[in-house]
């Protein structure tokens, strides 16, 4: 089911029937960001058995970080990409950020990066790069759940 903006949206630019929609994460920085304050005032209560600061951290830090990052954590996870039979569309929220349409599409590239220390992997990184025909890039990061399947569906679409 899709949000009715981007059913607006998709017939105002031609984009067709909808097929699937790509969802994203939430953030792991936003996350951790959003519940430090928390584990710092607990540690500073145990540690310290400073009361004054743990409620002071808890009542005014803490609650301000949390909502800003419910927000956008909810804006990340109601967005993603929409495929549909004639192009897709990039949403965040209840924003469109762009919709594309198959033959703007170049090519699609799914890539994977290793980063190694010796012989120990250390990270590993996706992306899918999507050139469209006015040299445009748009890179889509390991933030969307089935990258790779993203990658497949918008190169099978595309060809």
Do not use: Q
């Not at 990409?81 to 004639?86: E, K």
């Not at 349409?101 to 012989?119: D, H, I, N």
């Amino acid at each position: 089911m899709i949000p009715t903006h981007l059913k607006a949206t998709a017939a105002e630019h031609g984009l067709g029937e909808y097929v699937r929609r790509y969802r994203r994460r939430p953030g792991a920085v936003g996350t951790f960001f959003a519940f430090a304050p928390l584990v710092g005032a607990l540690v500073l209560g145990i540690r310290e058995s400073d009361p004054a600061a743990t409620l002071g951290i808890l009542l005014f830090l803490w609650p301000p970080l949390f909502l800003t990052w419910c927000v956008s954590t909810r804006r990340r996870l109601d967005g993603g990409i929409y495929v549909f039979t004639g192009g897709f569309a990039d949403v965040h929220g209840r924003k469109v950020l762009g919709t594309i349409t198959w033959p703007e599409v170049r090519s699609v590239e799914y890539k994977t990066r290793s980063l190694w220390a010796g012989l120990i992997p250390v990270a590993y990184t996706t992306r899918c790069v999507i050139e469209l025909r006015n040299f445009r890039k748009i890179e889509l990061d390991g933030s969307y759940r089935t990258l790779e399947r993203l990658a497949e569906d918008l190169h099978a679409h595309a060809v």
